[in-house]
Protein backbone atom coordinates (compact mmCIF):
# COMPACT_ATOMS: atom_id res chain seq x y z
CA UNK A 1 0.00 0.00 0.00
CA UNK A 2 1.62 3.30 -0.95
CA UNK A 3 1.48 6.49 0.78
CA UNK A 4 0.91 9.94 -0.44
CA UNK A 5 3.34 12.58 1.26
CA UNK A 6 2.73 16.13 1.60
CA UNK A 7 5.40 18.84 3.09
CA UNK A 8 3.77 21.92 4.16
CA UNK A 9 5.75 24.83 2.53
CA UNK A 10 5.40 26.55 5.83
CA UNK A 11 8.39 23.73 7.03
CA UNK A 12 10.76 25.29 5.10
CA UNK A 13 12.43 28.78 4.42
CA UNK A 14 11.57 30.05 0.80
CA UNK A 15 15.29 30.40 1.00
CA UNK A 16 16.06 26.83 0.98
CA UNK A 17 12.35 25.46 -0.82
CA UNK A 18 13.99 24.66 -4.42
CA UNK A 19 17.58 23.40 -3.12
CA UNK A 20 15.50 20.65 -0.92
CA UNK A 21 13.15 19.81 -3.47
CA UNK A 22 14.42 19.99 -6.75
CA UNK A 23 18.54 19.93 -6.16
CA UNK A 24 20.09 16.78 -6.58
CA UNK A 25 22.43 15.58 -8.84
CA UNK A 26 25.46 18.55 -8.76
CA UNK A 27 28.76 16.83 -7.89
CA UNK A 28 29.65 19.29 -4.94
CA UNK A 29 27.38 21.34 -2.79
CA UNK A 30 28.49 24.08 -1.04
CA UNK A 31 26.08 25.46 1.36
CA UNK A 32 27.74 28.17 3.12
CA UNK A 33 26.84 31.40 5.08
CA UNK A 34 25.94 33.11 8.55
CA UNK A 35 24.88 31.28 11.68
CA UNK A 36 21.57 31.02 12.26
CA UNK A 37 20.77 31.19 8.41
CA UNK A 38 18.71 27.12 9.11
CA UNK A 39 21.56 25.62 6.77
CA UNK A 40 21.90 22.38 8.26
CA UNK A 41 17.93 22.04 9.35
CA UNK A 42 17.33 21.90 5.78
CA UNK A 43 19.95 19.71 4.37
CA UNK A 44 18.82 17.41 7.32
CA UNK A 45 15.48 17.44 5.63
CA UNK A 46 16.74 17.12 2.29
CA UNK A 47 18.56 13.77 3.80
CA UNK A 48 15.44 12.64 4.59
CA UNK A 49 14.12 12.45 0.91
CA UNK A 50 17.57 11.05 0.08
CA UNK A 51 16.57 7.96 1.82
CA UNK A 52 13.40 7.87 1.52
CA UNK A 53 11.99 8.99 -2.37
CA UNK A 54 15.98 9.34 -3.97
CA UNK A 55 17.20 5.56 -2.67
CA UNK A 56 20.41 7.16 -1.70
CA UNK A 57 22.54 6.20 1.12
CA UNK A 58 24.33 8.45 2.83
CA UNK A 59 27.63 9.03 4.81
CA UNK A 60 27.79 11.90 7.38
CA UNK A 61 30.79 12.94 8.53
CA UNK A 62 32.36 15.75 10.76
CA UNK A 63 36.18 16.10 12.16
CA UNK A 64 35.43 14.03 15.31
CA UNK A 65 32.96 11.11 16.09
CA UNK A 66 32.29 12.69 19.35
CA UNK A 67 30.60 15.93 18.36
CA UNK A 68 27.91 13.82 15.78
CA UNK A 69 25.49 12.83 18.61
CA UNK A 70 24.79 16.28 19.35
CA UNK A 71 25.01 18.35 16.23
CA UNK A 72 24.43 16.30 12.54
CA UNK A 73 22.37 12.55 14.06
CA UNK A 74 20.01 15.23 16.37
CA UNK A 75 19.28 17.34 13.63
CA UNK A 76 18.62 14.31 11.57
CA UNK A 77 15.94 13.07 14.01
CA UNK A 78 14.39 16.41 14.43
CA UNK A 79 13.88 16.72 10.36
CA UNK A 80 12.21 13.47 10.84
CA UNK A 81 9.97 14.39 13.40
CA UNK A 82 9.69 18.07 11.75
CA UNK A 83 8.24 16.19 8.49
CA UNK A 84 5.99 13.76 10.15
CA UNK A 85 7.97 10.39 9.77
CA UNK A 86 9.12 9.06 12.62
CA UNK A 87 7.40 5.86 11.84
CA UNK A 88 8.82 5.67 8.88
CA UNK A 89 12.50 5.72 10.59
CA UNK A 90 14.58 3.92 13.07
CA UNK A 91 17.55 5.20 14.79
CA UNK A 92 20.62 3.62 16.56
CA UNK A 93 23.91 5.39 19.25
CA UNK A 94 25.63 2.18 19.15
CA UNK A 95 26.66 3.10 16.51
CA UNK A 96 24.94 6.58 15.34
CA UNK A 97 23.19 5.18 12.31
CA UNK A 98 19.37 6.41 10.91
CA UNK A 99 17.63 3.79 8.63
CA UNK A 100 15.35 4.25 6.42
CA UNK A 101 12.27 1.48 7.02
CA UNK A 102 10.70 1.22 3.47
CA UNK A 103 13.46 1.80 1.66
CA UNK A 104 16.36 0.19 3.75
CA UNK A 105 18.34 3.27 3.16
CA UNK A 106 20.89 4.71 5.99
CA UNK A 107 22.52 7.52 6.85
CA UNK A 108 25.82 6.52 8.95
CA UNK A 109 27.57 8.29 11.12
CA UNK A 110 31.06 8.49 11.53
CA UNK A 111 34.57 11.22 12.61
CA UNK A 112 37.10 11.85 10.50
CA UNK A 113 39.60 11.34 13.52
CA UNK A 114 38.98 7.50 11.98
CA UNK A 115 39.32 7.43 8.73
CA UNK A 116 40.45 3.93 8.43
CA UNK A 117 36.99 3.00 9.37
CA UNK A 118 35.27 5.42 6.96
CA UNK A 119 36.84 3.23 4.24
CA UNK A 120 35.21 0.05 5.39
CA UNK A 121 31.91 0.91 5.73
CA UNK A 122 29.39 -1.13 3.77
CA UNK A 123 25.54 -0.27 3.78
CA UNK A 124 22.96 -2.82 4.14
CA UNK A 125 21.43 -2.13 0.49
CA UNK A 126 23.46 -0.56 -2.23
CA UNK A 127 26.62 2.24 -2.10
CA UNK A 128 27.48 5.34 -0.41
CA UNK A 129 25.94 7.63 -2.78
CA UNK A 130 25.30 10.76 -1.14
CA UNK A 131 28.28 12.29 2.23
CA UNK A 132 27.28 14.72 3.87
CA UNK A 133 29.84 16.86 5.66
CA UNK A 134 29.20 19.25 8.57
CA UNK A 135 31.59 22.04 9.77
CA UNK A 136 34.07 21.38 6.88
CA UNK A 137 36.45 23.79 7.66
CA UNK A 138 37.09 22.25 10.59
CA UNK A 139 39.05 19.19 8.70
CA UNK A 140 41.60 19.46 6.37
CA UNK A 141 41.85 18.69 2.66
CA UNK A 142 42.99 15.30 2.44
CA UNK A 143 40.08 14.34 4.57
CA UNK A 144 38.06 15.06 0.97
CA UNK A 145 40.49 13.16 -1.30
CA UNK A 146 39.76 9.95 0.82
CA UNK A 147 35.76 11.11 0.89
CA UNK A 148 35.62 11.35 -2.42
CA UNK A 149 37.08 7.67 -3.14
CA UNK A 150 35.03 6.79 -0.77
CA UNK A 151 31.95 7.07 -3.09
CA UNK A 152 32.28 4.46 -5.57
CA UNK A 153 30.43 1.84 -7.36
CA UNK A 154 26.92 0.54 -7.38
CA UNK A 155 26.61 0.81 -11.35
CA UNK A 156 25.33 -2.68 -13.53
CA UNK A 157 28.30 -5.00 -15.25
CA UNK A 158 29.94 -2.51 -18.09
CA UNK A 159 30.94 -4.05 -21.15
CA UNK A 160 34.97 -3.99 -21.63
CA UNK A 161 34.85 -2.47 -24.70
CA UNK A 162 32.78 0.40 -22.85
CA UNK A 163 35.69 0.54 -20.37
CA UNK A 164 38.21 0.78 -22.94
CA UNK A 165 36.38 3.25 -24.73
CA UNK A 166 35.92 5.56 -21.51
CA UNK A 167 39.53 5.02 -20.58
CA UNK A 168 41.15 6.25 -23.79
CA UNK A 169 38.85 9.38 -23.41
CA UNK A 170 39.53 10.04 -19.95
CA UNK A 171 43.58 9.25 -20.12
CA UNK A 172 43.44 11.57 -23.07
CA UNK A 173 42.25 15.12 -21.57
CA UNK A 174 44.86 17.38 -21.31
CA UNK A 175 43.42 19.09 -18.08
CA UNK A 176 40.66 19.64 -15.87
CA UNK A 177 37.79 21.67 -18.23
CA UNK A 178 38.27 18.62 -20.30
CA UNK A 179 37.25 16.12 -17.39
CA UNK A 180 34.73 18.33 -16.28
CA UNK A 181 33.22 18.34 -20.39
CA UNK A 182 33.47 14.13 -19.94
CA UNK A 183 31.53 14.60 -16.72
CA UNK A 184 29.05 16.71 -18.13
CA UNK A 185 28.58 14.18 -21.08
CA UNK A 186 28.19 11.27 -18.79
CA UNK A 187 25.71 12.73 -16.69
CA UNK A 188 23.94 13.50 -19.76
CA UNK A 189 23.30 10.40 -21.25
CA UNK A 190 22.48 8.97 -18.43
CA UNK A 191 18.54 8.49 -18.62
CA UNK A 192 19.56 7.29 -22.22
CA UNK A 193 22.01 4.06 -20.93
CA UNK A 194 20.62 0.14 -21.64
CA UNK A 195 20.81 -1.94 -19.11
CA UNK A 196 20.98 -4.46 -21.81
CA UNK A 197 24.21 -3.09 -23.18
CA UNK A 198 25.44 -4.03 -19.83
CA UNK A 199 25.95 -0.18 -19.24
CA UNK A 200 24.92 1.61 -15.81
CA UNK A 201 22.36 3.68 -15.60
CA UNK A 202 22.64 4.85 -11.43
CA UNK A 203 22.71 8.51 -9.89
CA UNK A 204 25.39 10.73 -10.21
CA UNK A 205 27.36 10.24 -6.91
CA UNK A 206 27.41 13.66 -4.77
CA UNK A 207 28.96 15.90 -1.55
CA UNK A 208 27.81 18.75 0.34
CA UNK A 209 29.89 21.04 2.65
CA UNK A 210 28.20 22.90 5.09
CA UNK A 211 30.20 25.61 6.94
CA UNK A 212 30.39 29.39 7.84
CA UNK A 213 33.00 31.50 5.94
CA UNK A 214 35.73 31.54 8.26
CA UNK A 215 38.64 32.95 6.11
CA UNK A 216 39.64 33.47 2.11
CA UNK A 217 42.21 31.48 2.33
CA UNK A 218 41.17 28.11 3.68
CA UNK A 219 41.84 25.39 1.15
CA UNK A 220 37.79 24.96 0.59
CA UNK A 221 37.57 28.31 -1.13
CA UNK A 222 40.74 27.86 -2.75
CA UNK A 223 40.04 24.68 -4.40
CA UNK A 224 35.83 25.67 -5.34
CA UNK A 225 35.30 29.24 -5.09
CA UNK A 226 38.60 31.51 -6.31
CA UNK A 227 39.60 29.44 -9.33
CA UNK A 228 39.12 31.40 -11.96
CA UNK A 229 41.79 33.63 -13.54
CA UNK A 230 44.67 34.73 -11.41
CA UNK A 231 42.62 33.16 -8.28
CA UNK A 232 39.51 35.69 -9.02
CA UNK A 233 35.98 34.12 -7.31
CA UNK A 234 33.92 32.59 -9.73
CA UNK A 235 31.14 33.12 -7.20
CA UNK A 236 31.10 36.81 -5.42
CA UNK A 237 29.78 36.59 -1.87
CA UNK A 238 27.20 38.84 -1.60
CA UNK A 239 26.85 41.60 0.50
CA UNK A 240 23.20 43.64 1.60
CA UNK A 241 22.65 46.52 2.15
CA UNK A 242 19.14 46.27 3.29
CA UNK A 243 17.32 48.12 0.36
CA UNK A 244 17.24 44.82 -1.99
CA UNK A 245 14.03 42.65 -2.57
CA UNK A 246 13.65 39.29 -1.96
CA UNK A 247 14.29 38.57 -4.94
CA UNK A 248 16.87 40.16 -5.65
CA UNK A 249 18.90 38.54 -2.44
CA UNK A 250 17.89 34.92 -3.72
CA UNK A 251 19.79 35.49 -7.60
CA UNK A 252 22.41 36.87 -6.15
CA UNK A 253 23.03 33.62 -3.44
CA UNK A 254 22.90 31.15 -5.90
CA UNK A 255 25.78 29.59 -8.07
CA UNK A 256 24.90 26.86 -10.26
CA UNK A 257 26.90 24.75 -12.58
CA UNK A 258 26.89 20.57 -12.77
CA UNK A 259 29.73 20.54 -10.92
CA UNK A 260 29.25 22.86 -8.24
CA UNK A 261 26.08 23.96 -6.74
CA UNK A 262 26.77 27.49 -4.19
CA UNK A 263 24.07 28.59 -1.63
CA UNK A 264 24.61 31.47 0.40
CA UNK A 265 23.03 32.29 3.03
CA UNK A 266 22.51 34.75 6.25
CA UNK A 267 20.34 35.11 9.48
CA UNK A 268 18.00 37.14 7.26
CA UNK A 269 16.95 34.47 4.77
CA UNK A 270 16.05 32.11 8.37
CA UNK A 271 12.35 33.37 8.66
CA UNK A 272 11.91 31.21 11.98
CA UNK A 273 14.17 33.56 13.79
CA UNK A 274 12.85 36.46 15.64
CA UNK A 275 13.32 40.37 15.63
CA UNK A 276 15.11 40.39 18.25
CA UNK A 277 17.88 37.44 17.12
CA UNK A 278 18.35 39.39 14.01
CA UNK A 279 19.29 42.24 16.42
CA UNK A 280 21.58 40.33 18.25
CA UNK A 281 23.37 39.12 15.20
CA UNK A 282 23.72 42.90 13.49
CA UNK A 283 25.12 43.66 17.17
CA UNK A 284 28.27 42.61 15.82
CA UNK A 285 29.00 45.09 13.82
CA UNK A 286 29.88 47.59 16.48
CA UNK A 287 31.73 44.71 18.77
CA UNK A 288 33.86 42.61 16.25
CA UNK A 289 34.41 43.11 12.93
CA UNK A 290 35.39 39.68 11.98
CA UNK A 291 32.51 38.14 13.62
CA UNK A 292 30.30 40.21 12.37
CA UNK A 293 31.55 39.76 8.92
CA UNK A 294 31.45 35.70 9.22
CA UNK A 295 28.52 35.32 11.40
CA UNK A 296 26.47 38.07 10.44
CA UNK A 297 27.14 38.79 6.82
CA UNK A 298 28.23 35.56 5.98
CA UNK A 299 30.96 37.03 4.00
CA UNK A 300 34.60 35.56 3.84
CA UNK A 301 36.28 36.44 6.58
CA UNK A 302 40.39 37.26 6.69
CA UNK A 303 42.90 36.13 8.63
CA UNK A 304 45.35 38.38 7.04
CA UNK A 305 45.58 40.96 10.66
CA UNK A 306 45.33 37.83 11.81
CA UNK A 307 48.48 36.97 14.41
CA UNK A 308 48.00 33.02 13.54
CA UNK A 309 46.94 31.35 10.93
CA UNK A 310 48.43 27.95 11.24
CA UNK A 311 46.54 26.22 13.47
CA UNK A 312 44.22 23.72 13.52
CA UNK A 313 41.81 21.44 15.34
CA UNK A 314 41.95 17.85 16.16
CA UNK A 315 40.69 15.30 18.65
CA UNK A 316 43.64 13.91 20.70
CA UNK A 317 43.56 10.44 22.05
CA UNK A 318 45.51 9.89 25.35
CA UNK A 319 47.46 7.51 23.19
CA UNK A 320 48.45 10.39 21.16
CA UNK A 321 48.90 13.11 23.88
CA UNK A 322 51.50 9.45 25.01
CA UNK A 323 54.04 9.55 23.00
CA UNK A 324 54.21 13.79 22.37
CA UNK A 325 58.08 14.08 22.74
CA UNK A 326 58.33 17.28 25.24
CA UNK A 327 54.93 18.59 27.31
CA UNK A 328 55.03 21.73 28.97
CA UNK A 329 52.87 23.84 31.29
CA UNK A 330 52.12 27.49 31.45
CA UNK A 331 50.19 29.84 33.88
CA UNK A 332 49.70 33.57 33.62
CA UNK A 333 48.24 35.24 36.60
CA UNK A 334 44.67 36.34 37.03
CA UNK A 335 43.67 39.44 38.99
CA UNK A 336 40.35 40.93 38.91
CA UNK A 337 39.09 41.27 36.25
CA UNK A 338 41.03 38.97 34.61
CA UNK A 339 41.09 35.51 34.57
CA UNK A 340 43.70 32.99 35.97
CA UNK A 341 44.73 31.07 33.05
CA UNK A 342 46.96 27.43 32.68
CA UNK A 343 47.71 25.74 29.79
CA UNK A 344 49.43 22.23 29.08
CA UNK A 345 51.48 22.25 25.52
CA UNK A 346 53.29 19.47 23.65
CA UNK A 347 55.72 20.25 21.12
CA UNK A 348 57.90 17.95 18.81
CA UNK A 349 60.45 19.73 17.05
CA UNK A 350 61.50 17.37 14.52
CA UNK A 351 57.91 17.94 13.19
CA UNK A 352 57.28 21.40 13.70
CA UNK A 353 54.22 20.74 15.51
CA UNK A 354 52.91 21.92 18.80
CA UNK A 355 50.07 20.26 20.21
CA UNK A 356 47.36 22.25 22.89
CA UNK A 357 46.40 19.85 24.70
CA UNK A 358 44.27 21.09 27.83
CA UNK A 359 43.06 24.41 29.26
CA UNK A 360 41.40 26.09 32.25
CA UNK A 361 40.78 29.50 33.58
CA UNK A 362 39.15 30.58 36.73
CA UNK A 363 38.15 34.16 37.88
CA UNK A 364 38.06 35.78 41.53
CA UNK A 365 41.15 34.01 43.10
CA UNK A 366 42.90 34.90 45.48
CA UNK A 367 46.97 33.70 45.91
CA UNK A 368 45.29 30.34 47.87
CA UNK A 369 43.04 30.05 45.04
CA UNK A 370 45.69 30.18 42.37
CA UNK A 371 47.51 27.34 44.60
CA UNK A 372 44.49 24.97 44.45
CA UNK A 373 43.81 25.91 40.93
CA UNK A 374 47.41 25.26 39.70
CA UNK A 375 47.52 21.80 41.91
CA UNK A 376 44.05 20.56 40.25
CA UNK A 377 45.13 20.96 36.95
CA UNK A 378 48.83 19.55 37.33
CA UNK A 379 50.50 16.23 37.58
CA UNK A 380 53.15 15.25 39.99
CA UNK A 381 56.48 16.41 38.95
CA UNK A 382 55.45 18.93 36.31
CA UNK A 383 56.82 22.05 36.47
CA UNK A 384 54.91 25.50 35.95
CA UNK A 385 56.33 28.26 34.05
CA UNK A 386 54.66 31.78 35.08
CA UNK A 387 54.90 35.27 34.52
CA UNK A 388 57.74 36.24 35.80
CA UNK A 389 56.52 40.31 36.68
CA UNK A 390 55.04 38.30 39.45
CA UNK A 391 57.62 37.42 41.53
CA UNK A 392 55.59 37.20 45.23
CA UNK A 393 53.23 35.32 43.96
CA UNK A 394 55.76 32.34 41.99
CA UNK A 395 57.61 32.39 45.19
CA UNK A 396 54.24 31.39 47.16
CA UNK A 397 52.84 29.38 44.86
CA UNK A 398 56.40 27.22 44.58
CA UNK A 399 56.91 27.33 48.37
CA UNK A 400 53.45 25.61 48.58
CA UNK A 401 53.03 23.53 45.42
CA UNK A 402 56.49 21.88 46.38
CA UNK A 403 54.44 19.77 48.72
CA UNK A 404 52.41 18.31 46.12
CA UNK A 405 55.53 17.78 44.09
CA UNK A 406 54.81 20.62 41.57
CA UNK A 407 57.34 23.05 40.59
CA UNK A 408 56.53 26.71 39.90
CA UNK A 409 59.58 28.73 38.00
CA UNK A 410 59.70 32.39 36.21
CA UNK A 411 60.11 32.77 32.56
CA UNK A 412 62.92 34.72 31.27
CA UNK A 413 61.62 37.54 29.20
CA UNK A 414 64.50 37.14 26.10
CA UNK A 415 64.97 40.35 23.90
CA UNK A 416 64.63 43.56 26.36
CA UNK A 417 63.00 41.60 29.21
CA UNK A 418 59.74 43.79 28.54
CA UNK A 419 56.30 42.27 27.41
CA UNK A 420 56.18 43.18 24.18
CA UNK A 421 59.64 42.43 23.05
CA UNK A 422 59.22 39.34 24.63
CA UNK A 423 55.66 38.51 22.87
CA UNK A 424 57.12 39.37 19.41
CA UNK A 425 59.88 37.12 19.57
CA UNK A 426 57.58 34.57 20.68
CA UNK A 427 55.08 35.13 17.75
CA UNK A 428 58.36 34.91 15.04
CA UNK A 429 59.05 31.54 16.35
CA UNK A 430 56.11 29.92 17.01
CA UNK A 431 54.30 30.66 13.30
CA UNK A 432 56.79 28.70 11.87
CA UNK A 433 55.22 25.68 13.68
CA UNK A 434 51.49 23.80 13.05
CA UNK A 435 49.81 23.97 15.60
CA UNK A 436 47.13 21.14 16.79
CA UNK A 437 44.51 22.15 19.54
CA UNK A 438 42.51 20.00 20.95
CA UNK A 439 38.36 19.37 20.28
CA UNK A 440 38.16 20.66 24.25
CA UNK A 441 40.19 23.66 24.69
CA UNK A 442 37.66 25.65 22.92
CA UNK A 443 38.66 28.84 25.01
CA UNK A 444 42.68 28.87 23.37
CA UNK A 445 41.00 28.34 19.92
CA UNK A 446 38.60 31.44 20.51
CA UNK A 447 41.52 33.41 21.36
CA UNK A 448 44.01 32.45 18.75
CA UNK A 449 41.48 33.17 15.90
CA UNK A 450 40.73 36.90 17.09
CA UNK A 451 44.46 37.22 18.06
CA UNK A 452 45.73 40.35 15.62
CA UNK A 453 47.81 42.96 15.43
CA UNK A 454 47.20 46.58 16.72
CA UNK A 455 46.44 49.44 14.30
CA UNK A 456 46.86 52.69 14.34
CA UNK A 457 44.36 55.47 14.12
CA UNK A 458 44.59 55.44 10.45
CA UNK A 459 43.51 51.74 10.22
CA UNK A 460 47.24 51.01 9.56
CA UNK A 461 48.17 47.27 11.16
CA UNK A 462 51.28 47.61 13.38
CA UNK A 463 53.58 45.57 13.97
CA UNK A 464 52.75 44.60 17.98
CA UNK A 465 50.05 42.45 18.93
CA UNK A 466 46.89 43.80 20.08
CA UNK A 467 45.92 43.02 24.03
CA UNK A 468 42.60 41.72 25.33
CA UNK A 469 41.16 38.96 25.42
CA UNK A 470 44.73 36.86 24.95
CA UNK A 471 45.63 34.89 28.72
CA UNK A 472 45.66 31.65 27.69
CA UNK A 473 47.59 32.36 25.11
CA UNK A 474 50.52 34.54 27.46
CA UNK A 475 50.36 31.27 29.10
CA UNK A 476 50.58 29.39 25.74
CA UNK A 477 54.10 31.35 25.50
CA UNK A 478 55.23 30.69 29.21
CA UNK A 479 54.79 27.15 28.45
CA UNK A 480 57.50 27.19 26.13
CA UNK A 481 60.24 29.78 27.42
CA UNK A 482 62.84 27.30 27.79
CA UNK A 483 62.37 25.82 24.26
CA UNK A 484 62.13 29.98 22.84
CA UNK A 485 64.78 30.79 24.81
CA UNK A 486 67.23 28.71 22.91
CA UNK A 487 66.62 29.12 19.52
CA UNK A 488 65.75 32.88 19.88
CA UNK A 489 68.25 34.92 17.74
CA UNK A 490 69.86 38.36 19.00
CA UNK A 491 67.18 41.03 17.06
CA UNK A 492 63.91 40.80 16.43
CA UNK A 493 63.26 42.62 12.96
Known amino acids: ?33 SAGSSKSVHSQMKNVLRLLTKNQNILAVRETYASMKDSVFSEMKQAVSRMGL ?10 LCIE ?33 WEEATESAEDDLNQLQFRSRG ?6 LDDITETMSKILSASDNVELLDIRR ?31 DDHWIAKRFVFTGPNGKAIFELPMFNGTETWEERYRRSVYDTQELY ?7 DNQFLTKEDNLKYESYRFINEYYYTVYAQGLWGSLRDSIFTNFKLCRMTGEFISNIPMVYVGLDFGFEP ?64 GKYGIQARPVSKFHGGGKGGFKLSCIMQLRSYTIYINENCVQFAREIRNYGWKKDSNGNTLHEPE ?27
Not at 104 to 122: A, H, N, P
Not at 263 to 268: E, N
Request: overall charge neutral.
Open 467 to 493: DGSDHLIDAFFYSLNTVLKARARTKVH
Open 86 to 95: DSLFSCTVSP
Open 185 to 215: EILKNLDLLNEKDGLSNGESKTMELRFNTVF
Open 262 to 268: ILHSTHW
Open 338 to 401: DPCAIIRVGINEAKREIYIIDEQTETRLDMDGIVTFVDSFCYENETVWADCSEKMEIHTITKTL
Open 1 to 33: MSRKLHFPRKLFNDKFYDYVFNVWDRAVTLNLG
Open 154 to 159: GGIKRS
Open 100 to 132: CIPTRRMMIFRGLDKVDKIKSIVPKVGIINHVD
